[in-house]
């Protein structure tokens, strides 16, 4: 079946620092991949997305290139400042059948930044 | 806009007892997400419909989880006979469509704890 590991957390960072969160997956076909955030006390929200193979997401200084060689979509970020302190998720969906749309997370990464 | 909104943001309940969580998805998004986000699973998912039909209830863990759509709009997630194992946030999502390409939006989430 389909599958998402993240780096274990909690990661602890200096602001400025530069951040990386690993993310592999497991799938059958060619999902499409999604990184979300969840900032203390609120909901989940997309952060970034791509849709095929080499693709790259992007949004608020974030990146991550959908790596089909490696199954892995990496998340990462130059210079982190304290506001991006959050849990963050990895997921992929699943393609074809009943289940078109479906999301499978990872098990989230906790980011703190210090100032 | 209205983004989704969940109903009740928290309850706390007595096992046995049956519970409703109620899901606004955002207007016209036609395809509905239940998952529950709990300490020892993570981020899991329940149960998805497209329009007022469930083609994938597969993520629902046992026959005590039950779930409907009415209007293509609302959706509410009974519980019966609450476990204490049930305890954990409930989370909506609703999308335009099905597809890695239809970014799933999150309500706020319901806080379930049975005692």
């Known amino acids: 079946g389909n599958s998402v590991t993240q780096m274990e957390g909690p990661v602890t960072l200096s602001e400025e620092a530069f951040l990386t969160i690993n993310c592999t997956y497991t799938a059958t076909g060619y999902p499409s991949l999604f990184w979300y955030v969840q900032y203390p006390g609120e909901g989940l929200q997309l952060l970034l997305k791509a849709t095929k193979a080499d693709d790259k997401g992007s949004n608020k200084g974030f990146e991550a290139t959908y790596r089909k060689e490696t199954t892995s979509f990496h998340l990462e970020k130059g210079s982190v400042q304290v506001s991006d302190s959050a849990v963050y998720f990895c997921?992929?969906?699943?393609?074809?059948?009943?289940?078109?749309?479906?999301?499978?997370f990872g098990q989230g990464t906790i980011l703190t930044v210090h100032p | 806009g209205a983004g989704v909104s969940q109903s009740p943001s928290n309850k706390v309940t007595e096992k046995g007892k049956d519970v409703e969580l109620r899901c606004d998805p955002i207007s016209g998004h036609t395809a509905l997400y239940w998952y529950r986000q709990s300490l020892g699973q993570g981020l899991e998912f329940l149960i998805y419909?497209?329009?007022?039909?469930?083609?994938?209830k597969s993520g629902l863990p046992s026959d005590r989880f039950s779930a409907e759509r009415t209007g293509g709009s609302v959706s509410t997630l009974t519980i019966q006979r609450t476990q204490q194992e049930d305890s954990a946030v409930y989370l909506c999502?609703?999308?335009?469509?099905?597809?890695?390409?239809?970014?799933?939006?999150f309500g706020p989430g319901t806080r379930l704890l049975v005692l």
């Open positions: 419909f497209q329009g007022n039909s469930a083609p994938d």
């Open positions: 999502a609703s999308s335009r469509g099905t597809g890695g390409r239809e970014t799933q939006y």
């Open positions: 997921a992929l969906d699943t393609k074809g059948g009943t289940s078109y749309g479906k999301l499978t």
